[in-house]
């Protein structure tokens, strides 16, 4: 049974719902908008993604440069997502390495500052 859901907008022709999952008219060729809109936004998306990935990057590079730790090795965006996550992993221990090393020497600088004040007084 064939039933039109939809009218192409280009040719006029009836379309039923299999050839909506289609990417473009069956009779005419022409691509449907919504096929073209999925498409933009998948693009869009992408874009947004690539922008969030690179601010996330120089955001880490900063916190690398406050901390003394080198910036990220080049080319992080070549590689795929998993070696990604890897990467990210391995900078994330290191930047809790470094602050339980500071913490425990801000620590020690107290016990001495707290001990000097003891043997003064
Ligand atoms: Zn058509």
């Known amino acids: 049974m064939y039933e039109a859901v939809q009218y192409c ?3 006029g ?3 039923a719902l299999e050839d909506l999952r289609q ?27 690539g922008q969030m990935m690179q601010q996330q990057a120089a955001a880490q590079d900063q916190w690398r440069g406050a901390f003394g730790v080198g910036p990220m090795p ?6 795929g997502m998993a070696q990604m ?5 391995k900078a ?9 090393v500071i913490s ?11 001990a000097l004040f003891f043997v003064s007084v």
């Open 9 to 11: 907008k280009h040719c």
């Open 92 to 100: 994330m221990s290191g930047l809790v390495i470094a602050v339980v």
């Open 104 to 114: 425990l020497l801000v620590v020690v600088v107290m016990i001495g500052a707290v």
């Open 23 to 49: 990417p473009n008219c069956k009779f005419c060729k022409t691509v449907f908008p919504h096929h073209a809109q999925a498409a933009q936004h998948a693009q869009v998306a992408s874009q947004m993604m």
């Open 13 to 15: 022709a009836g379309l």
């Open 85 to 89: 996550g890897a990467t990210q992993a």
């Open 74 to 79: 080049p080319g992080p965006y070549q590689m």
